[in-house]
């Protein structure tokens, strides 16, 4: 290929997008219709997976378009120039999608990425906890393993969204003393619609 070609591609999908965002926004529901790319909007992210713009790097046998990061780098630039909101399968995409693509098991990955893909489906990010900030390594929610998966303990706060989302990918203790910092340190996938975990819209959520 020659690098002609390559701008030539990706200067039409520049402009495919463009054109999208100037139909697609000013259609989306006035109450979703604030200035921030990452406010929340189901109708917009299930429009944006219709024209294939959401898991534009993944493989096709999960719904993905197998396209370069290149094109996914101009479909982000253009949503964060228009201040598209992009918020509901923002996370999903940039980054619960990926780890699950490397580290979920094929029946998770077979459930859950083409349905990320079609912008039906919505993660939270279930990392910082109370008096943690962004020391991770103070984490104290624990992960038991139980018969058919593991029974969580802890709180969560700034998860992003959670009580509008369906799943969230927690950093959790499954092993060793919460002494330990750097040890023991686990992510697993949760389902936010389980029986025991509390969400409150104030950000946190209670496992």
């Not at 999960?62 to 253009?78: A, N, P, Q």
Request: aromatic share 8%; net charge positive; with cysteine.
């Amino acid at each position: 290929w020659s690098s002609d070609v390559c701008s030539s591609d990706l200067e039409a999908l520049r402009a495919e997008v463009r054109q999208f965002l100037k139909e697609t926004i000013p259609a989306v529901k006035t109450e979703d219709r604030f200035p921030s790319w990452n406010t929340h909007s189901p109708e917009f992210s299930r429009k944006m997976g219709a024209r294939g713009f959401i898991g534009v790097t993944w493989p096709k046998q999960y719904g993905g378009h197998e396209r370069s990061f290149l094109d996914r780098f101009v479909i982000t630039e253009e949503l964060l120039g228009n201040s598209a909101p992009a918020g509901a399968h923002w996370v999903a995409d940039r980054q619960s999608g990926p780890v699950l693509l490397r580290f979920g098991s094929e029946e998770q990955r077979q459930a859950i990425l083409p349905r990320i893909v079609k912008g039906e489906c919505y993660f939270s990010i279930g990392m910082s906890e109370p008096d943690s900030g962004s020391d991770l390594a103070s984490v104290r929610t624990r992960a038991e393993p139980v018969p058919g998966g593991f029974r969580v303990n802890g709180t969560k706060v700034w998860t992003s969204g959670a009580h509008r989302n369906h799943y969230c990918i927690a950093l959790v203790r499954t092993s060793g003393q919460h002494g330990d910092r750097h040890k023991g340190l686990s992510q697993i996938l949760v389902d936010l619609k389980t029986p025991g975990l509390t969400i409150r819209q104030i950000g946190r959520a209670h496992v």
